[in-house]
């Protein structure tokens, strides 16, 4: 996907850019190319971008660690404010307060919108954070057969060896 110019996006028709993805993303590991598009408005002193697209990613659960495919989509929509103080920032302390006007984006008006780096952005965060193969997925399976014979008694590691001998002064 191109970037789009901005200040080219006014002369647009309706002053709306609709760009049709149907390509792998990048940075974002996926069984099949993101398929959808993504639409973006110009509305004077801000840009209204939204997209709907999905793709297939392969998952593993947090339970039993098995691999499973999951169907990835979005259907979002953001305003992304324009303003020419945008990306001036990157000269700034390491530690600062950040107000609730800095948790905006912004470009500079004059600036290039990158459908293809928003639509990774927003793939991201669509991604499940708990991710289950099944939601009755019992885990790892224990095996029962473990003789507890088999079970040293001494410490494996021998950096312990000084704590175990500490333990066995110590009265009861």
């Known amino acids: ?18 760009v049709q993805v149907q390509e792998f993303l990048p940075g974002l590991e996926t069984l099949t190319p993101v398929r959808g598009h993504v639409r973006v408005e110009h509305h004077g002193n801000y840009l209204e971008v939204s997209a709907q697209a999905e793709t297939i990613i392969t998952c593993t659960c947090n339970r039993c660690l098995q691999q499973y495919n999951q169907r990835l989509g979005v259907n979002t929509k953001e305003i992304i404010w324009l303003d020419e103080n945008a990306n001036q920032g990157n000269d700034l302390p390491l530690e600062r307060e950040v107000t609730m006007e800095d948790l905006l984006e912004t470009l500079p008006p004059d600036g290039y919108f990158y459908p293809n780096e928003w639509l990774y952005e927003q793939m991201c965060l669509a991604i499940p954070q708990r991710q289950l193969c099944d939601r009755n997925c019992p885990g790892i399976p224990v095996s029962s057969t473990v003789d507890s014979s088999d079970i040293p008694e001494t410490p494996v590691d021998h950096r312990w060896a000084s704590l175990e001998a500490l333990k066995k002064q110590l009265p009861g």
């Open 1 to 18: 996907m191109d970037a789009i110019y901005i200040p080219q996006l006014t002369r647009a028709s309706e002053r709306t850019e609709e």
